[in-house]
């Protein structure tokens, strides 16, 4: 099923006119990435969950990009990935086609209860990638017909986990409602009859989003493991004990908190000694027999952004500068200095269309300017943010604070280049085709275009 989707130009054509150019140079706004923070963080994170003896499912809608995926999967012999739209698999069809022919595993989750309108696409990839390639979530008996028509269509049956809502509320069935209408008896019987295969329960729950420190979001990740565990101790009835389920559970603050308990250095905190113990449980307690495992998803601990280094999650974290991989480009169009205004403002030329409007709970602003091109005299104790934002343009301002440095004069010039970190980098990054890439790893090159990265477009 081929559904028209607005197209990039070619990597070819961007190539040619941005790899070589100093990210100051070129049209702005645009979006940079540094693939080496990127590098950085998908390894420390694939190291944790392998140290610790758990799975992990890469989700990739924060990028959607061939290349970022291939830095979430790294060398693993089994390439679990997460995706939010049909257009994010039908973009890595050659990477996920390559991954298959180096006879590694391929499985895809699209990570939104299964909608009726996307089956027959969903079935004609399936179709490419061939048996236990894609999995789907559901959580409403009114959903299971459609796993029957998707394994007409593809010619075998999906993965199926159902969607449990461990307190976010997006989406899922509570713990101690997951058979409602009799769906598990239902998806049960599917599954018997080899029209669906039954994989696990399935929760997110971005409830760390508003945490700010180590210990809640290490509570967020044992709390929605409990909460699965409980739904299959509450169903063991509908659960055949003549398998192993999937616990999958995870958003990126939660889960980028493993990386505590393997951290270097003294003993674990108690935080971490109750979520190893959590983890560790689910492997080797067998609820009324039925057999469990688990495994971790999340996907924009790649890249992070001031949210996720608001919530402070991980006990050795450095600067925005240090470990926000993206950043949008812009440029100063006026300064007013000279008592124009209440206080000291510049006008920049990204608004929301090019930056996004998603609020963040650490503090009142849009984004906040890299401040390594800004003298630090001027900038220690201090922090320039986005303080209003529009369609096309933004005006920063200092960040208020009490001691009246919100009326000092910006260290701006017309016409100077910035750097902003987004509030969430997946908001901006789809308002964006591709990223320039960048690579602080090689010296002298932080701000020269290595390569360009094209996203999938669309749903």
């Known amino acids: 099923m081929f559904v028209p989707q607005r197209l990039n130009p070619s990597q070819e054509s961007l190539c040619q006119f941005y790899v070589g150019k100093n990210i100051h140079d070129v049209p702005k706004p645009a979006l940079v990435l540094d693939q080496a923070k990127m590098r950085r963080h998908c390894q420390s994170l694939s190291a944790a969950a392998e140290a610790l003896g758990v799975g992990f499912r890469a989700h990739v809608k924060t990028h959607k990009t061939v290349e970022g995926t291939r830095l979430q999967v790294g060398d693993s012999n089994h390439v679990k990935l997460v995706v939010s739209t049909i257009a994010e698999i039908e973009h890595l069809l050659p990477l996920l086609a390559e991954y298959q022919h180096q006879g590694r595993q391929v499985n895809v989750l699209y990570g939104i209860p299964l909608p009726q309108s996307q089956v027959s696409r969903l079935a004609t990839v399936g179709q490419k990638l061939g048996a236990g390639s894609l999995s789907v979530l559901v959580d409403h008996a009114d959903q299971l017909r459609l796993l029957s028509r998707f394994h007409h269509e593809a010619g075998f049956p999906a993965g199926v986990y159902v969607k449990v809502d461990t307190g976010y509320h997006r989406a899922g069935l509570p713990p101690w409602g997951i058979n409602k209408d009799g769906l598990l008896l239902q998806l049960v019987t599917l599954d018997i009859q080899s029209t669906a295969n039954f994989i696990g329960l399935y929760s997110h729950s971005s409830l760390s989003y508003n945490d700010s420190t180590p210990a809640q979001a290490m509570a967020n990740l044992e709390g929605e493991i409990t909460g699965c565990m409980d739904a299959v101790a509450d169903n063991t009835q509908f659960f055949p004990k003549n398998r192993t389920f999937v616990i999958s559970v995870g958003a990126s603050p939660q889960v980028s908190s493993v990386e505590n308990l393997v951290a270097d250095g003294g003993e674990l905190s108690p935080a971490a000694q109750s979520l190893r113990a959590a ?64 206080q000291p403002e510049a006008f920049v030329s990204v608004g929301v269309l090019g930056l996004g409007r998603e609020p963040c709970a650490a503090y009142k602003g849009w984004g906040v300017v890299d401040r390594s091109a800004l003298s630090p005299e001027t900038m220690a104790g201090r922090q320039l943010i986005v303080s209003r934002v529009s369609q096309e343009h933004s005006i920063l301002a200092w960040e208020a604070d009490a001691t009246g440095n919100g009326t000092m004069p910006l260290p701006l010039t017309v016409g100077q280049s910035i750097r902003i970190y987004p509030n969430h980098a997946c908001i901006t990054g789809a308002l964006y085709g591709w990223y320039l890439v960048v690579d602080s790893d090689m010296s002298g090159t932080e701000t020269q275009i290595v390569d360009v990265w094209c996203r999938a477009s669309g749903w």
């Open 279 to 342: 983890m560790k449980a689910v492997g080797d307690e067998r609820p009324s027999g039925i057999q469990t495992s688990l495994e971790l998803h999340a996907g924009v601990y790649s890249i992070l952004d001031i949210q996720q280094l608001a919530t402070k999650s991980r006990v050795k974290l450095g600067t925005y500068e240090d470990e926000i991989a993206v950043s949008v480009v812009s440029e100063v169009c006026s300064v007013y200095n000279n008592g124009e205004r209440a």
